[in-house]
C-alpha cells in the first residue's frame, strides 16, 4: 500500500469556482502534513503547512482528520493561476517525506 | 538569498554510459534529498544525507547508483550504466533537518531532465 494517495484528476474547473482535494495516509504516526504546488515543468514549492486545527491562507484551507487519516485542500474563487498539480506530502519521524501522485487541476476562463 | 542549485538542467546521452548530477543546497541545510520523479508522479526518494551521512538509501538502486556529499554541502548523484527506464527528473532539495524545530520545509531545485536514448 503507498504511504500517501491522491486522486489524479484532473480537475477542470471554472474560474470563480470552488474546488477540493483528498489525501490519504497509510501511516497513523505520521506527524507532519503539506501540500506543495507543482507547476509544469518546474520543481515543487511548499503551499501550506497542515495543522490538526485546520488553517487557511487567503482562499486557501487545509484540514487534517488523523481519525480517517486524510487531508483536505480547498480552493475558493479558483484563479486562472491556480492552475497547476498539487502534491499532498507527509512525513515520518527523521524527516522522512512522502510525496502523492499530486492532482492535476486547470481552471477554465 | 540562493535557492538550491542543479546542473546540468538537460542531459541527454545513451544507453550505457555514465552520467552525473550536482547539486548546491541552501546555506546552512543540514539535510538533503535526492529524489527522482517521473511524468504524471510525485518525487520519489533515493537517497537523504544528514551532513554528510547517508541516512536513508534504501531506495537507492545500488548497483547503477551512487551518491556522495563531501564536507556535508555539495553533493553529486551518479548513474552508470544508465538504462533507457532512468529517462526521469533527478530533482535534489534541501531543509534544515533537525534544526527546523517543528514543520521541515523542503526547498527543491529546479532539476535536471535526464533523457536516456
Known amino acids: 500500500r503507498k504511504e500517501v494517495e491522491q486522486d489524479p484528476g484532473p480537475f477542470n474547473v471554472p474560474e470563480g469556482a470552488t474546488v477540493a482535494f483528498n489525501c490519504t495516509y497509510s501511516n497513523s504516526a505520521s506527524q507532519s502534513f503539506f501540500w506543495y504546488r507543482q507547476d509544469c515543468r518546474k520543481e515543487p514549492k511548499l503551499l501550506m503547512s497542515?495543522?490538526?486545527s485546520g488553517n487557511e491562507d487567503g482562499r486557501f484551507t487545509a484540514q487534517l482528520n488523523r481519525a480517517s487519516q486524510y487531508i483536505s485542500l480547498l480552493i475558493r474563487d479558483s484563479k486562472l493561476s491556480d492552475s497547476a498539480t498539487y502534491l499532498c506530502?507527509?512525513?515520518?519521524?527523521?524527516?522522512?517525506?512522502?510525496f502523492g501522485t499530486g492532482t492535476s487541476l486547470t481552471v477554465i476562463p | 538569498e540562493a535557492g538550491v542549485v542543479q546542473s546540468p538542467r538537460y542531459k541527454i546521452i545513451e544507453k550505457k554510459q555514465p552520467v552525473a548530477f550536482w547539486c548546491n543546497p541552501i546555506?546552512?541545510?543540514?539535510?538533503l534529498y535526492w529524489y527522482l520523479q517521473n511524468l504524471g508522479q510525485g518525487p520519489e526518494l533515493l537517497i537523504r544525507?544528514?551532513?554528510?551521512?547517508?541516512?536513508?538509501d534504501s531506495q537507492l538502486p545500488k548497483d547503477r547508483f551512487s551518491a556522495e556529499r563531501l564536507k556535508g554541502v555539495d553533493s553529486t548523484l551518479k548513474i552508470q550504466p544508465a538504462e533507457l527506464g532512468d529517462s526521469a527528473v533527478y530533482l535534489c532539495?534541501?531543509?534544515?533537518?533537525?534544526?527546523?524545530?517543528?514543520?521541515?520545509?523542503?526547498?527543491f531545485g529546479p532539476g535536471t531532465r535526464l533523457t536516456v536514448l
Open positions: 546555506s546552512g541545510h543540514n539535510t
Open positions: 497542515v495543522y490538526s
Open positions: 544525507y544528514e551532513n554528510e551521512e547517508a541516512v536513508d
Open positions: 506530502v507527509v512525513t515520518h519521524t527523521g524527516n522522512q517525506f512522502y
Open positions: 532539495a534541501s531543509s534544515l533537518g533537525i534544526l527546523a524545530g517543528g514543520f521541515d520545509e523542503q526547498f
